[in-house]
């Protein structure tokens, strides 16, 4: 009998010991305990969503990449918060500043990827960032940004970091400034499959049918469903309106109570609130529990 006993011990512990291993290689890299991201890479520091931006928010030591993506007239995903050629931060071939009346006419939709490389986005003075960086810099292509961050990567020999990327869709301009969700979600994955970085990916929208759309057709990628400061709407009914749990629920940081970080979490939801710009704000969202910022700043975290 106890001959019996130890070899049924020893055979547990190999089954053990395999299913652990199993359990590795199948499950995804855990998110950051607490995720500091950079917006736009570091908008506070250097011009928004540029590779620079995103270099030097990597220098500063955040764990996710926070970014917009477009899509142009030839299929290209660039890096850009608005479907357009905002005047606040664009300089046009010209070497004149785009100015607001221009701005919405500018659509990248229309554009060929080539045509988008002929306006500048980082000379411009910025009115609301005086610190930001002025350097010559383009909106540069998804792929493009995916590359230079994994070769900083591997020549610091850091911790690979994750991207949350944020589709700029909206019911009333389908197909007028982006795609419809299908071929808008379609074409981001298109390039986030062939750099073989999913699991490193978080897709995040204020616009449920892009999130939807991934929910059904690439199950694994981690949603986050951003929520604008006027949605007073109870958690429960966004995420009934939703249809399914996300990774992460992403409010404007006004919204963020410790009674909605606690309901979150009891359906299993991080909550990383945006754009927490200041020490104090950063303080009353770690009271709170939240699970991560979005900041312009994360120097102020360093």
């Known amino acids: 009998m106890s001959k019996f006993r130890e070899v049924a011990e020893l055979l547990l512990l190999v089954a053990l010991v395999f299913a652990c291993h199993a359990s590795k290689k199948v499950s995804d890299p855990l998110l950051p305990v607490f995720d500091i991201e950079g917006h736009r890479g570091c908008r506070g520091l250097m011009p928004e969503n540029t590779i620079p931006a995103m270099m030097k928010a990597l220098e500063l030591g955040v764990t996710t990449l926070e970014m917009d993506a477009v899509i142009t007239k030839d299929k290209q995903v660039i890096l850009s918060h608005e479907p357009f050629f905002n005047h606040e931060i664009t300089t046009g071939p010209d070497g004149k500043y785009v100015t607001e009346q221009e701005e919405r006419n500018l659509n990248i939709y229309h554009m060929t990827y080539a045509q988008t490389q002929t306006y500048d986005v980082g000379l411009k003075p910025h009115p609301r960032f005086p610190n930001q960086r002025r350097l010559k810099a383009t909106k540069p292509l998804l792929k493009e940004v995916i590359e230079n961050v994994e070769a900083y990567h591997k020549l610091k020999g850091g911790q690979a970091v ?38 490193r990916v978080i897709i995040q929208s204020f616009d449920f049918r892009t999130l939807q759309v991934l929910h059904k057709k690439y199950p694994t990628v981690k949603t986050a469903a951003l929520i604008e400061e006027d949605d007073k709407r109870p958690l429960e009914d966004q995420l009934k309106v939703l249809g399914f749990f996300p990774t992460i629920y992403s409010p404007a940081y006004s919204l963020v109570t410790k009674e909605l970080v606690d309901k979150c979490h009891e359906r299993k ?18 009271a709170a529990g939240v699970d991560g910022i979005i900041t312009d ?4 975290l360093k």
């Not at 939801?269 to 770690?286: C, F, G, H, L, S």
């Not at 700043?297 to 102020?300: A, E, N, W």
């Open 162 to 199: 994750f991207y949350n990327i944020e589709t700029k869709s909206n019911p009333a301009t389908d197909n007028q400034y982006h795609p419809a969700p299908d071929e808008y979600v379609n074409t981001l994955m298109k390039v986030v499959q062939s750099a073989r970085i999913g699991d």
């Open 269 to 286: 939801i991080r909550v990383i609130p945006w754009t927490v710009n200041d020490k104090a704000a950063i303080e009353q969202m770690k």
């Open 297 to 300: 700043y994360p120097d102020l």
